[in-house]
């Protein structure tokens, strides 16, 4: 009937016949992929579960409504039962190694000498189902999710919705603040018990921001204008519980690994030369290395320490408003400045004040000396 239907390989179990599933998924046993599809194996052991379709071919004939091992009756398309019209069966194994076209496999409750017709990666974001709760009610439940189910992708395609593209550094944000978060079994409500502390104000503090939740803006993010690709995240409540991720060669990882797409990162970026052609190329290639990075192990391109005593700000205070003498305006209370008994904003006084930007923090010289 379905002629493309395809034996792609056999199932080699200590098992040969049905024995109790459970006892069955206990197991190990081996999936033999034929020569003709070895091909498609390639990269399969970047999987740690793979789906395993299977015909069952050692099924009784089918029935619609059959007797259970165990449970209430029920239908065959609302059970597991093996006796069904079409005797395919999916399971969802941990694959333990591969050797060339024999993949070890745990779980599997196939007998030996099953068909295998299909495998594919178990995609934790697309198998499980969704269970979306309400966004308004929980707004970084989704993240929180993919951070406890090692879904480090998920995690850089909502960093990519801020940061407008992807790059290494925003994947090793990621890398790091899912890591972190782990480490330290964090979840954020965004109200400044966990507090990351970034090292550097580049792609990779918003990778951090998305993985962690601490922001600018919520005051959970602290910036330590030292120029090292590192983070911290720590709990309030255990400020010597900090877990530190720094950035091994940060240059290097790139230069090194990714030659070609550093040779157009210098030429576009560094240099500011390179067509429309190039900027696009490279915004591919970015991204290439960017989820390339993401199947690394961390510890191969960071250092990671845990234990780490943090000295913490105090929780973000409440300022009162003041209104500017000069430009009317309302501005922090203090940071105004007094000026013959009436308050300035910084702007109006000619004062000094801080800013944030690609270089880090800096005293900036206010060009509106006096009012206007
Ligand atoms: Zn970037
Ligand atoms: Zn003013």
């Known amino acids: 009937m379905f002629e493309a239907i395809t034996q792609i390989g056999t199932v080699h179990s200590a098992f040969d016949e049905p024995s109790d599933p459970e006892t069955m998924r206990e197991r190990e046993s081996t999936i033999v992929i034929d020569e003709a599809y070895s091909d ?15 015909y069952i071919h050692e099924a009784d004939a089918p029935t619609l409504r059959g007797p259970r091992r165990y449970g209430v009756e029920r239908g065959t398309f609302a059970s597991r039962s093996p006796h069904r019209p079409s005797p395919i069966g999916t399971t969802t194994v941990e694959l333990l190694e591969r050797d060339g076209r024999e993949l070890l496999v745990r779980g599997l409750d196939a007998i030996d000498g ?25 707004p970084r439940g989704h993240v929180e999710r993919a951070i406890a189910d090692r879904d480090r992708e998920a995690v850089l395609l909502e960093a990519g919705g801020i940061h407008g593209h992807y790059c290494p ?21 965004g109200f400044e018990d966990l507090i990351a502390v970034t090292e550097t104000n580049s792609c990779f503090a918003d990778g951090v921001q998305v993985a962690t939740g601490c922001t600018v803006g919520n005051n959970a993010l602290v910036y330590r204008d030292l120029g090292k690709t590192a983070m911290t995240l720590v709990r309030r409540s255990a400020p010597d519980a ?10 290097a990882i790139v230069e090194r690994d990714y030659p070609e797409a550093n040779a157009l990162f210098e030429r576009v970026i560094a240099d500011g030369e390179g067509t429309d052609a190039d900027r696009e190329r490279l915004a591919e290639r970015w991204a290439e290395v960017a989820f390339d990075l993401l199947d690394r192990p961390i510890g191969e391109l ?13 929780p973000a205070p409440i300022y009162e408003d003041a209104i500017c003498a000069a430009c009317g305006e309302s501005v922090m209370a203090p940071k105004t400045v007094e000026r ?3 308050r300035f904003c910084r702007a109006c006084a000619g004062a000094e004040y801080h800013q944030l930007d690609g270089r880090g923090c800096s005293w900036i010289e206010s060009d509106r000396v006096g009012s206007s």
């Not at 234990?307 to 105090?314: E, H, I, K, N």
């Open 40 to 54: 498609g194996l390639y990269r399969i052991e970047d999987s740690d579960h793979l789906v395993v379709v299977f």
């Open 340 to 342: 013959d008994a009436e």
């Open 242 to 251: 900090g877990v530190r991720v720094h950035v091994k060669e940060r240059e």
């Open 302 to 314: 960071c250092d990671i320490q845990t234990g780490v005593a943090v000295d913490l700000p105090d």
């Open 114 to 138: 099953t068909p295998v017709l299909d495998l594919k990666p178990y995609a934790p974001s697309l198998d499980r189902p969704t269970r979306e709760t309400d966004r308004r009610a929980d």
């Open 169 to 189: 550094y925003l994947a090793l944000g990621v890398m790091a603040g899912v890591h972190a978060m782990r480490e330290l079994g964090a979840t954020s409500d």
